[in-house]
């Protein structure tokens, strides 16, 4: 079975087919979806600047972290629901779009971060984190998110290549 008719069988299915054939839930979906990103981006940043000690050094880490947490939690859900929406109902494009592979690639990346730092950085009191650790953490999370939201801006600026140039890109025989 190739990508493609995986990628046809995800958005035939009837919610899928629905949120892309809708003239309204569709884009109420990518605002949200968009609007998700920005908050939960925006939160993202603020721990990983105070996880450099570029701001708010005057707030415990392990404090700023924890008050931040179900904020981050609920926008992620939320985030993820919506684009989760969007990727299926479009599925047999996106699958064959190099930059919502390279997201999909990059959003498997953070979650390795979250695991590996997880323990290390973000569960841990302040006293405890290594700032060496803490700047890892920060830059590595900052680098990962960057490139999951630029792929996800550029998956539409995607072109795929004609037919005609598929056929003149292939070796001969």
């Known amino acids: 079975m190739t990508l493609a008719a995986i990628g046809q069988s995800i958005q035939d299915v009837g919610v899928f087919t629905a949120v892309r054939e809708s003239v309204y839930v569709y884009p109420i979906v990518l605002s949200t979806h968009l609007a998700c990103i920005a908050v939960f981006g925006g939160l993202i940043l603020v721990t990983n600047l105070r996880l450099l000690g570029w701001m708010l050094t005057d707030v415990p880490l392990d404090a700023l972290i ?35 592979l390279t997201k999909l690639t990059l959003l498997a990346g953070v979650a390795l971060h979250g695991l590996y730092f997880g323990g290390k950085v973000y569960r841990r009191e302040e006293r405890l984190i290594s700032p060496s650790m803490a700047r890892a953490a920060a830059v590595l999370s900052l680098i990962l998110w960057i490139g999951v939201v630029s792929m996800g801006r550029w998956i539409a600026y995607y072109d795929p290549p004609s037919p005609v140039e598929q056929q003149f890109s292939q070796p001969a025989p």
């Open 66 to 100: 924890q008050s931040l947490r179900p904020w981050k939690q609920a926008g992620f859900i939320v985030m993820v629901t919506c684009g989760a929406l969007l990727g299926a109902s479009k599925a047999e494009e996106y699958l064959a779009n190099p930059f919502f």
